[in-house]
């Protein structure tokens, strides 16, 4: 429910780069948050009302990649039927040659992210021109981002109203480097707050 003294916040949570930001600090070795209660915690210690939370991420073919396909395929419904606004997209495939430690070289067929990056910055622009809240919160560190802080602020001053944007990223003793989003204020996000939000579902499938 939506307190009126609070600032109505939305969360946008970049779902591949939060998983190698925590896998780095905390060493998690898969995707285990729950991100509707990570969100309102980082929410709630800011004195910010969450207002909705949307998770995007880049999901491998059935025939690439099953463990990871699977697994998706159920912890997106599932994050879905939280409240969670999800939104998915299939990976692109390109073939890359790398150098093995020996010094010979192996070219793999190699999924990447396109197009996520680009759909957040939509939608939070689509967020802001329709003044749905003011605070934006993007749970990642992509640099690609640091243009969107650019936009929120034109919409600021067009408005004539008081807006943020805040990158949100773990960090630890063996990532206390770890840089947000430039242009937004960084919020880090440490061991405790981020393991009382784990999500105690696990949607790995077994292994044949």
């Known amino acids: 429910m939506t307190d009126s003294n609070k600032l109505r916040a939305i969360v946008f949570v ?3 780069n939060l998983f190698h ?8 070795n898969y995707p285990n948050y729950d991100v509707l209660s990570l969100a309102q915690a980082i929410c709630k210690r800011q004195g910010w009302s969450c207002e909705r939370v949307q998770f995007y991420t880049g999901v491998p073919d059935l025939t690439d990649n099953p463990f990871w396909h699977q697994f998706w395929a159920a912890k997106l ?14 990976l692109r495939y390109q073939m890359k040659t790398i150098t093995l430690p020996d010094g010979s070289q192996q070219t793999l067929r190699v999924g990447q992210e396109k197009g996520i990056d680009v759909r957040i910055a939509l939608d939070v622009v689509r967020a802001m021109r329709l003044r749905e809240c003011e605070v934006v ?3 990642s560190q992509d640099q690609d981002l640091s243009e969107v802080a650019d936009e929120v602020r034109l919409f600021a001053r067009e408005q004539k109203r008081w807006v943020k944007i805040a990158s949100a990223f773990p960090v630890s003793p063996v990532a206390k480097k770890s840089r947000g ?3 937004a204020d960084w919020i880090h996000i440490d061991k405790a707050t981020y ?11 077994e292994r044949s």
């Open 181 to 183: 989003i430039n242009k």
């Open 21 to 28: 930001a925590v896998k780095k600090a905390f060493g998690y």
């Open 195 to 205: 393991d009382a939000c784990i999500d105690t579902r696990d949607f790995r499938p």
């Open 14 to 16: 970049d779902g591949q």
């Open 137 to 139: 919160v993007v749970f």
């Open 77 to 90: 419904p599932a994050m879905n039927h939280q409240g969670v606004k999800v939104f998915s997209r299939s």
